[in-house]
């Protein structure tokens, strides 16, 4: 079931996301080659239990860190490591969850680090710009397939193929909840989206073919092609005439300045 917000618990929510987004600012500052996916992970949690909240990720389903660190080929659900060291020319989706108040905070962005080619960063500005156009559809009256259709035709426009075994999700007091929010869809399909409604639109968009493997780990996915794969995730509430979007990514901006993708 689905599991309307008032607006009291829509401002909570607010508050578990813009911890969320001031934490990716705080890796944001780290990130560089020579820097572990393990460094990144450790300001992350340091930072989220300094705000008094508590790391979302850490121990859901079993995962064993605070963040997840997919690097190039890494779709998502990577595990920081000690191992793996940021190199120039890379690129790292990093997704990091916040609990407070009884509401979770879910957020991503994918992030250059050093000089990434353009073909590459061409990947990660259409799929930053492919949420947004989600996002716009995600207003009273719509529906779900809406918001997959917006970022699918930008994604598939430009040549890139959208990852269909993950998908965007419900986010309340759980961090996981209905409905379900795919980056692929048809126009006027699947739920009617309602004021109240909460949801993490988050577009996995792959440079190559859209299949994914699993790791050995039991968690990171990566492309089956080895190409690269970027991600980007905002949660938002639909409200009437435009979604109110709970997260940002201001903080992060400001520190990656021209940077910014
Ligand atoms: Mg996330
Ligand atoms: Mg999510």
Redesign the pocket.
């Known amino acids: 079931m689905i599991f309307l917000k008032t607006d009291e618990e829509i401002e909570l929510l607010r508050i578990s996301n813009q911890i969320v987004a001031k934490t990716l600012a705080e890796v944001a500052k780290l990130i560089a080659p020579g820097v572990s996916t393990a460094q990144l992970d450790r300001v992350a949690e340091e930072f989220i239990r300094d705000q008094g909240a508590v790391p979302g ?1 850490l121990g859901y389903g079993g995962f064993p860190k605070s963040i ?1 660190t997919s690097v190039n080929d890494q779709v ?1 659900h990577g595990i920081p490591s000690e191992k793996v060291i940021l190199k120039d020319g890379d690129i790292i989706s990093v ?3 916040a609990f407070i108040n009884g509401f979770h905070g ?3 962005y994918t992030f250059p680090v050093g000089e990434v080619k353009p073909e590459i960063m061409k990947l990660l500005k259409t799929t930053k710009e492919s949420l947004f156009l989600g996002i716009e559809q995600a207003v009273e009256g719509k529906r779900m397939g809406d918001i997959g259709f917006a970022i699918q035709s930008h994604c598939e426009t430009n040549g890139y193929s959208v990852v269909r075994e993950m998908i965007g999700h419900g986010v309340g007091r759980n ?1 996981h909840e209905s409905p379900e929010v795919p980056n692929y869809g048809r126009k006027g399909n699947g739920t009617m989206l309602k004021t109240g409604m909460t949801i ?1 639109i ?1 577009p996995m968009i792959n440079l190559g073919k859209r299949q994914l493997v699993f790791e050995k780990d039991g968690w990171t996915t990566r492309t089956i092609d080895r190409m690269p794969s970027a ?1 980007f ?1 905002h ?1 938002v509430a639909v409200r009437k005439g435009k979604a109110d979007i709970l997260s940002t990514f201001e903080y992060i901006e400001q520190v990656l300045g021209t940077k910014a993708i």
Do not use: K, P, R
């Open positions: 990720f997840c998502v997704d990091c969850g879910d957020s991503a961090l993490a988050e991600h995730e949660s």
